[in-house]
């Protein structure tokens, strides 16, 4: 051990700093021992300076979640006596013991071997402990976002923090599991929804990471319930993305980098994201045109429907909960013509997805509900598929539909589905291309590929995206019957972001994105805590004085994952058959005027 970073203090000066309440008579012997002050033990650096090094600490207790259904340990944190007066190091220390008696506000000293977990910088193996006074106070420091730098994070590691803002939820992905969610001083975006690939968006995603911080709730994964909101979350008490939450007090933790408050305060949610109603029917002589991922609805295998399918729902009980929620959610969307995407490539018969869902429909809102049968068997040859169902009241299917079977279409980017309509009373056609390009995910390992993640934000398959939105625009440029019919809409799920190259080349192809007009905040998506859009509904140049409203309906993208179909069986509380998660993304639509 280097003795220089080690203090002596006399008995009758810590006397006077710490054990004022404390028998002296009967004080542990630990209590006199040499120790090393923990902003020692942190450093000014990502990692102790004195890893896996042996020695005697001591600090006031300020949480204690030592039980194996919590954090295992506690926090302790530096007296002014021991305060080095450095800003860049850290006051607080986590100790790893489970089942410790201590209690907030004890002094204790503690022997033990410097680690660090994930992380964090921690005193494991504990050989010997003792309290040395109790009832001791401790301020926690007041604390805001953003940061100035990531390192901002790390001087505080372990000290009880006062969060002094009011802060947005944006995301909550890991809540079910971890019973987390994340919060910044506002709403954060994808980088490419707003901001250019490359430069502009890799500052912005910097500066995301520098606002934002996860709130835990100190247990162990898989907690049976969620506190938060209060008194605990449900299908009808949900935590949106776009709720706030009250100023409160935390020790703050970290987890691979990933900063988190651990709070010692109750955390208030203020219900500033409320749950929209549904949208109101378009007008007479307007034709909505909308697009939903329905979150892989597969309605079981063969005439006997038998689970679990490839994808979706591993029950029947799943399916029955799922497809409750995808009919409210599109019997309420109000659509005259709805494309859609991840549902069940297995044809068109009475025992299809397809043949079901839009059976349901028409039974559920009384309304003649059709669909485009792009196929004989199935349409592509991947397991998911694009479909296309209309009012058969509202409007017409003219021709046969159409598709694009050159790569990268069906060997990347899912078929489009083309459809050209005749809305009633009118003698004008609608084209309707109906739209699943590559997602992100699955990325190539050569780094050499074009299609590899090329760190500007894009993510990986950018190269196959942007491929397929301009064969997509060529293809309704040279068709010799679509050509001749100026009256189009590009809408699905493009997984791309607003800024990115597949929605600029459709832009740069004679495409707009009438969302900017209406509501340019507008999105569909929520990843890593960030919202975006990767629906969207384009309209070509003759459309866009005639779109009269768009937008989307915010069902599903800021609610948790956990009040989907598929996590009624941790917690029937978490399931109702309404729209609200019933998916992972938010349904866009525009209402044409005709």
């Not at 944190?77 to 190091?89: F, I, L, M, V």
């Not at 709070?263 to 378009?282: C, G």
């Not at 009373?425 to 291309?433: G, S």
């Amino acid at each position: 051990m280097n003795n220089k970073n080690i203090v002596r203090l006399s008995v009758s000066s810590l006397s006077l700093l710490l054990l004022s309440s404390c028998a002296q008579l009967n004080k542990p012997a630990l209590c006199d021992a040499d120790m090393t002050p923990i902003p020692h033990i942190q450093g000014s650096g990502a990692v102790s300076p004195l890893l896996d090094q042996t020695l005697t600490t001591r600090g006031i207790v300020t949480a204690n979640w030592h039980r194996a259904d919590q954090l295992g340990g506690y926090f302790i944190q530096s007296a002014k006596a021991d305060d080095d007066n450095n800003t860049a190091t850290s006051n607080g220390l986590f100790i790893a013991e489970q089942n410790a008696t201590v209690k907030v506000g004890d002094v204790v000293y503690l022997t033990g071997v410097v680690q660090e977990l994930n992380g964090v910088t921690q005193l494991q193996n504990i050989t010997a402990s003792a309290v040395c006074a109790s009832a001791q106070p401790i301020e926690a420091t007041p604390f805001t976002l953003p940061v100035a730098a990531t390192e901002a994070f790390e001087a505080v590691e372990g000290m009880l923090l006062s969060l002094t803002q009011s802060l947005t939820v944006n995301g909550h992905y890991q809540l079910q599991r971890h019973g987390q969610f994340d919060v910044a001083p506002m709403r954060l975006y994808t980088p490419t929804q707003h901001h250019k690939p490359g430069a502009e968006a890799q500052a912005q995603a910097h500066a995301n990471s520098l606002a934002r911080l996860v709130i835990d709730d100190n247990l162990a994964p898989n907690p049976a319930q969620i506190s938060v909101p209060q008194p605990a979350l449900t299908a009808e008490n949900s935590l949106r993305s776009g709720d706030v939450i009250a100023p409160v007090i935390g020790v703050l933790n970290e987890f691979k980098g990933s900063y988190r408050l651990q709070p010692t305060s109750a955390v208030t949610v203020v219900e500033a994201n409320q749950r929209p109603a549904a949208p109101a029917a378009p007008a007479t002589n307007a034709v909505r045109v909308a697009a939903f991922n329905v979150l892989n609805y597969f309605n079981g295998n063969g005439a006997e429907k038998t689970f679990p399918t490839e994808r979706g729902a591993k029950t029947a009980a799943d399916f029955k909960r799922q497809h409750d929620k995808i009919i409210a959610a599109l019997s309420q969307l109000n659509a005259d013509i709805i494309g859609l995407m991840e549902i069940e490539n297995d044809g068109y018969d009475k025992h299809s997805a397809i043949y079901q869902l839009t059976t349901a429909l028409a039974e559920h809102t009384g309304q003649p509900w059709r669909f485009v049968r792009a196929g004989v068997n199935n349409f592509g040859d991947d397991s998911i598929t694009n479909g296309l169902i209309y009012r058969s009241d509202k409007v017409s299917p003219q021709g046969q539909p159409l598709t694009i079977t050159e790569a990268p279409f069906g060997t990347r980017s899912r078929l489009p589905l083309i459809q050209r309509f005749a809305p009633m009373n009118t003698v004008e056609n609608l084209v309707v291309a109906v739209n699943h390009f590559k997602s992100k995910g699955s990325c190539p390992r050569d780094a050499a590929n074009p299609n590899a993640n090329q760190q500007d934000g894009q993510g990986c398959w950018n190269a196959v995206r942007t491929e397929s939105a301009k064969r997509l625009a060529a293809f309704l440029n040279a068709h010799p019957d679509l050509k001749r019919h100026g009256l189009r809409v590009l809408m699905g799920d493009f997984n791309a972001y607003a800024q990115e190259d597949p929605i600029q080349a459709l832009l740069a192809a004679g495409y707009y994105n009438r969302i900017d007009a209406f509501n340019p905040q507008a999105y569909s998506y929520v990843y890593d805590a960030q919202a975006g859009s990767l629906d969207h509904l384009l309209v070509s140049s003759p459309l866009t004085g005639r779109v009269v409203n768009q937008a989307k309906w915010s069902i599903n993208a800021d609610e948790p994952t956990l009040l989907q179909y598929d996590r009624a069986t941790n917690n029937p509380q978490w399931y109702a058959p309404s729209p609200y998660r019933s998916s992972d993304h938010d349904p866009v639509y525009a209402d044409i005027q005709f």
